[in-house]
């Protein structure tokens, strides 16, 4: 896109990381969502196994998926 200001590759999610994404980290906070309302953040190598902590801790379900792989739900006791 012309006059486009951003990232020419999709980036990790984490705070002040800049390092190309390699995997869709999928989630939801059971309390507010239904199984098939997935959020999805992004995450490089470094930072895939500290968002599944960070999810997992927190009582959402969670699932990787590699990068542009979409799902339709996310169920408790994904990865």
Request: glycine share 8%.
């Amino acid at each position: 896109m012309i006059g486009s200001e951003g990232p020419d590759e999709l980036q990790c999610s984490r705070s002040g990381c800049r390092n190309p994404a390699t995997v869709n980290v999928n989630w939801r906070n059971p309390r507010l969502h239904s199984p098939d309302r997935v959020k999805v953040w992004l995450a490089c190598d470094e930072h895939r196994v500290f968002f599944l902590d960070y999810f997992e801790n927190r009582g959402f379900p969670v699932s990787i998926t590699p990068l542009g792989v979409a799902v339709e739900s996310v169920e408790a006791g994904g990865r």
